[in-house]
């Protein structure tokens, strides 16, 4: 059997974001954790891949630096929408490894609440992230925390 795994390049769109997935669930990000800087609210339609061949789209708000481009993606709070997005349709992949591969064109999420999107021509409205970063979060730390790392290769 071929294991499945996420796919490397999605989108047709060009890539966008600097992506972190916060695990920490008493870190809020309303800092960017690369510049200290104030994290903006944004609600951005993610494309989230799930094994071993669900493809979601879900509109959430994100913490989202500027000067850093950072999009700050809270685990818990994705992992409940998934939940959710999942319990009627493939209540089987609840649980699943996941990656958020992209966002979706704010056009097409508009467009997909009348005429559904086909998973086949779904790429060419995603734009792949751009970069995937590590948070590095030390807990009680007396000063500004550390830039977040780029994950080993
Ligand atoms: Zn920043």
Redesign the pocket.
């Known amino acids: 059997m071929v294991k499945k795994t996420f796919p490397s390049r999605f989108g047709k769109l060009p890539p966008l974001y600097r992506f972190i997935l916060n695990p920490h669930k008493e870190l809020r990000c309303s800092t960017?954790p690369?510049?200290a800087?104030k994290t903006l609210v944004r609600k951005v339609p993610l494309v989230v891949a799930v094994l071993p061949e669900q493809i979601a789209t879900i509109n959430k708000h994100c913490r989202y630096?500027p000067?850093?481009d950072?999009l700050i993606v809270h685990k818990d709070e994705l992992e409940r929408m998934l939940v959710i997005a999942f319990e009627k349709r493939a209540p089987k992949v609840i649980g699943n490894e996941y990656l958020v591969i992209g966002v979706l064109e704010p056009t097409a999420w508009r467009r997909r609440e009348k005429d559904s999107l086909l998973v086949a021509s779904l790429p060419e409205y995603v734009h792949d992230i751009k970069e995937y970063l590590e948070l590095e979060f030390i807990p009680a730390h007396w000063g500004p925390a550390s830039p977040a790392a780029p994950p080993p290769r």
Request: net charge neutral; with cysteine.
């Open positions: 960017c690369d510049c800087g630096c000067r850093c950072i």
